[in-house]
């Protein structure tokens, strides 16, 4: 008895468990510019740079570079990278920053001196993506700034140039320097009803950016580090694993029935 079909038959049932088990994991990665939003519960443990809900948050690298902004340093920032982790309680949206900075600039008392910061941008509408320096007059953006003399503000943008102070700020921060990084949390409501503020629900991801300040390296203003627009996955997202893993299953039956009966037509077609 010629083995060789039942065989060949047994290596694509193989292929098909691990096409099912593994293709669909590797599809539904996290795609490029996704910072992930993680549900908790208890928001006393995202406060503080080191709560217990942040084990909770995976986070994710965002890429910086020199802002090109016409000032004096504006294309010799020195911050590379910057991790950004986020989560939302039922309140509030939390968001994580840590990047590597071997000098704690907490200073500003001499004309000289510039104390080290990190910004985090968000539309103002949050279907539309503003210009990336900034937003414009027509498509606003707010942000969450913090520096180093523990000063945290939440601002509001048209356009570089244009930034001004909101009232009535519910951004709350907390700050360590640890090991050679920064660490810091910002936070605010998830609705904020009054003008210019953008608000946050669990029906629609929603674009960040970042921008980070060294300031032993004389940056401030314009002369910073920032990144591409990334966006908080706050959204439902597509389709979960079990739907595809129904499709690539699907898929794989038909690969083996195909191939069984062209086997069996060969085999017909030599005689055996």
Request: charge should be negative.
């Amino acid at each position: 008895m010629d083995r060789k079909p039942t065989l060949l038959a047994a290596l694509l049932a193989i292929g098909l468990v691990v096409t099912t088990l593994v293709v669909p994991a590797l599809v539904s990665a996290r795609p490029a510019y996704e910072i992930p939003v993680a549900n908790v519960d208890n928001s006393t443990t995202l406060d503080t740079v080191d709560g217990e809900g942040w084990d909770e948050a995976p986070s994710a690298g965002v890429s910086l570079s020199s802002s090109g902004a016409a000032v004096p340093g504006g294309d010799e920032s020195t911050i590379d990278e910057v991790r950004v982790a986020s989560a939302r309680t039922d309140e509030r949206l939390y968001i994580r920053l840590s990047w590597a900075d071997p000098t704690r600039d907490t200073s500003a008392d001499d004309v000289r001196q510039f104390a080290d910061a990190v910004a985090v941008q968000v539309p103002v509408n949050e279907s539309a993506r503003p210009p990336i320096a900034m937003g414009s007059t027509d498509n606003r953006v707010n942000v969450w700034y913090w520096n180093g003399l523990n000063v945290s503000q939440e601002l509001l943008a048209g356009g570089p140039g244009t930034t001004t102070v909101l009232s009535d700020s519910n951004l709350e921060s907390n700050a360590t320097y640890q090991d050679g990084r920064w660490h810091v949390v910002l936070s605010r409501p998830l609705d904020d009803v009054s003008d210019n503020r953008t608000s946050f629900s669990a029906e629609q991801d929603v674009d960040v950016a970042v921008a980070v300040w060294n300031g032993s390296s004389m940056e401030r203003s314009g002369a910073k580090a920032t990144s591409e627009w990334h966006y908080l996955a706050l959204g439902p997202g597509p389709q979960g694993p079990p739907y595809e893993t129904i499709l690539w299953l699907v898929a794989g039956l038909g690969i083996v029935f195909t191939t069984l009966v062209t086997i069996e037509g060969v085999r017909r077609t030599r005689g055996e």
